[in-house]
């Protein structure tokens, strides 16, 4: 005869999550620092006494920001890179195929494990809603000129990162980490295979937690 009774027990278990929509989407709540409250099913396989247990459990969020700081140079922000050569973007040549354009963004892994994320979106917030305006200036053969002038009403959103082929571009010396790599040019060809599969790249290896 076996009983759960409140106070009387005490159960040390693993819950393991299924690997699916609604965990990806509950762990990226939890590396963004949210706390969450789920319903655990068990134990499975544990013959007399699987699935005897249904119940809630609260789980704080990550301790760790998972992205900490973004910022932007001339080079990633104003010029930009063309995601099929690796080239700075051309002046007359400035379209969503050929130019990508955006701040640098830095993080930490909140998992104790190397981890390879790819297809990133999210959405960048301000803690305080602002109003700004701004330009683009261009200078052509020493005149300067405003290329493209803004307004934005008073908001908390700012932009939103996402990750794409080709997003090594703005970095020659890229190496992925350990368990990736990329082949060596072969110079009995005409193509740089490495920049290509440096290009076509669109993993990023995220080391371990220290």
């Given at each position: 005869?076996?009983?759960?009774?409140?106070?009387?027990?005490?159960?040390?278990?693993?819950?393991?999550?299924?690997?699916?929509?609604?965990?990806?989407?509950?762990?990226?709540?939890?590396?963004?620092?949210?706390?969450?409250?789920?319903?655990?099913?068990?134990?499975?396989?544990?013959?007399?006494?699987?699935?005897?247990?249904?119940?809630?459990?609260?789980?704080?969020?990550?301790?760790?920001?998972?992205?900490?700081?973004?910022?932007?140079?001339?080079?990633?922000?104003?010029?930009?890179?063309?995601?099929?050569?690796?080239?700075?973007?051309?002046?007359?040549?400035?379209?969503?195929?050929?130019?990508?354009?955006?701040?640098?963004?830095?993080?930490?892994?909140?998992?104790?494990?190397?981890?390879?994320?790819?297809?990133?979106?999210?959405?960048?917030?301000?803690?305080?809603?602002?109003?700004?305006?701004?330009?683009?200036?261009?200078?052509i053969a020493g005149i300067?000129?405003?290329?493209?002038?803004?307004?934005?009403?008073?908001?908390?959103?700012?932009?939103?990162?996402?990750?794409?082929?080709?997003?090594?571009?703005?970095?020659?010396?890229?190496?992925?980490?350990?368990?990736?790599?990329?082949?060596?040019?072969?110079?009995?060809?005409?193509?740089?295979?490495?920049?290509?599969?440096?290009?076509?790249?669109?993993?990023?290896?995220?080391?371990?937690?220290?």
């Open positions: 005869d076996y009983r759960v009774i409140q106070g009387m027990n005490t159960i040390k278990a693993r819950i393991i999550l299924d690997v699916n929509a609604a965990t990806g989407a509950s762990l990226g709540r939890w590396a963004s620092k949210m706390d969450q409250t789920f319903i655990s099913v068990g134990p499975m396989n544990k013959h007399f006494i699987n699935g005897i247990w249904v119940g809630s459990n609260e789980m704080s969020g990550s301790a760790i920001t998972m992205y900490s700081a973004t910022f932007g140079t001339e080079e990633t922000f104003v010029k930009g890179y063309n995601p099929k050569t690796g080239q700075p973007c051309q002046i007359w040549d400035q379209g969503l195929d050929s130019c990508d354009k955006g701040a640098m963004v830095m993080g930490m892994n909140p998992f104790r494990r190397e981890w390879q994320i790819r297809d990133i979106s999210y959405d960048i917030y301000l803690e305080e809603a602002y109003e700004y305006e701004g330009n683009f200036n261009v200078n300067d000129g405003d290329a493209v002038n803004f307004k934005c009403a008073p908001s908390r959103a700012i932009g939103r990162t996402f990750s794409k082929q080709g997003i090594w571009a703005g970095y020659p010396n890229h190496t992925p980490e350990t368990g990736r790599s990329y082949p060596q040019d072969d110079p009995a060809t005409a193509e740089d295979e490495r920049l290509q599969a440096r290009l076509a790249d669109e993993v990023i290896p995220v080391p371990a937690a220290a």
